[in-house]
């Protein structure tokens, strides 16, 4: 019998994030391994983010996956594609995000029109609309738990979840898809998809689906929605 093909993927996770490593654990396949390490979440960012996977190298990593979703940044995602571009040169690996995994992810399922859950406010959620839209997603609507800080996020009920995804659906949404790698929901997908009878994409599990698949790991991974299942 061959050998199962094996993977490392390179972790990096926003220092205060607490969610983002326990969900890439319960995903993994046995023939892949998680190395992580964080950074800062600053004005430093983009150079912390370098610096911490040049650490990683060591582990030789076959691909980076950088956890960190950029929406409801003021020009995030150019920022970030930017960041994943020249990290990708640098370290000559593939490099993934968790906003573009999601965005890869949504076309998979078939899914232009959306309706987003978020653990921001209204100011915020209105960046998250355009830099969809500004992709070819038509928000349908967006709801957002206006989380008071960043070490909130990650505490958040599954009641209060449950509640928001309520408050998003709309009936002319294809998918509902969740932004925030610090929001607990990957454990709540199934649910939610046989709840809402439509897609869920939880950006943790977009980000690994996508480095998984395009690292050439095909293993389908049950209990956590159809991306992983199906895809």
């Not at 950006?203 to 395009?214: G, T, V």
Request: contains cysteine; glycine residues 4%.
């Amino acid at each position: 019998m061959a050998a199962r093909l094996s993977r490392v993927l390179g972790v990096l996770v926003p220092w205060f994030n607490t969610v983002v490593e326990p969900d890439l654990a319960a995903l993994r396949p046995a023939a892949v391994t998680n190395q992580t390490a964080r950074f800062t979440l600053d004005a430093h960012v983009v150079d912390d983010i370098r610096a911490t996977a040049t650490k990683l190298l060591a582990c030789r990593p076959d691909a980076f996956l950088v956890a960190l979703a950029t929406e409801s940044f003021p020009n995030g995602l150019a920022m970030l594609t930017r960041t994943a571009e020249e990290l990708a040169q640098a370290a000559g690996r593939p490099v993934f995000t968790a906003s573009h995994a999601s965005q890869a992810a949504l076309r998979a399922l078939g899914a232009r029109r959306i309706a987003v859950v978020t653990p921001f406010d209204d100011a915020s959620n209105a960046r998250v609309k355009d830099a969809f839209a500004a992709h070819g997603f038509d928000v349908v609507r967006i709801a957002g738990l206006a989380c008071p800080d960043l070490d909130s996020i990650a505490r958040v009920p599954e009641a209060e979840i449950r509640r928001i995804f309520r408050a998003a659906d709309h009936a002319d949404a294809d998918a509902l898809v969740q932004v925030g790698t610090g929001l607990p929901v990957l454990r709540l997908v199934a649910d939610l998809e046989r709840a809402h009878v439509k897609p869920v994409v939880a950006c943790n599990a977009a980000l690994y689906w996508q480095a998984l698949r395009e690292t050439g790991v095909a293993d389908r991974i049950a209990g956590f929605g159809r991306l992983l299942a199906d895809h």
